[in-house]
């Protein structure tokens, strides 16, 4: 019965690196753009568990890039959909600067 937990959790370990799907670039020393992949886990809406993930893989982002350590903003966050017919799928691009 251990093993078969084990077993289960392992898995769902997977299923977390796979959701979390990211990048991360530095227009300028006090800019950023963060693209992180919606799904059907993952939903594109701006509020609920998914949207508070994502802002804080963004927080990490700037942290490892020793970026925004006074705070940041958001300036602008669009959906790009990949086209096809699976909807729920795209990358949600955040646009912003440090305080």
Do not use: Q
């Not at 979390?20 to 530095?26: D, H, L, P, Q, T």
């Not at 992949?37 to 594109?44: G, H, I, K, N, P």
């Not at 701006?46 to 963004?58: F, I, M, P, T």
């Not at 890039?65 to 795209?90: E, F, I, K, Q």
Request: charged share 20%; aromatic share 8%; proline share 4%.
């Amino acid at each position: 019965m251990r093993a078969l937990i084990l077993v289960c959790l392992v898995s769902l370990g997977g299923c977390v690196d796979r959701v979390r799907s990211e990048g991360f670039a530095a227009a300028s020393p006090a800019t950023f753009v963060y693209t992180a992949r919606s799904s059907t886990l993952m939903t594109a809406n701006d509020d609920g568990v998914a949207e508070r993930l994502r802002r804080d893989w963004l927080a990490d982002a700037l942290k490892a890039h020793n970026m925004c350590a006074n705070g940041y903003v958001v300036d602008t966050r669009r959906l790009v959909p990949y086209p096809g017919p699976r909807s729920n799928d795209g990358d949600i691009v955040y646009s912003g600067r440090c305080l």
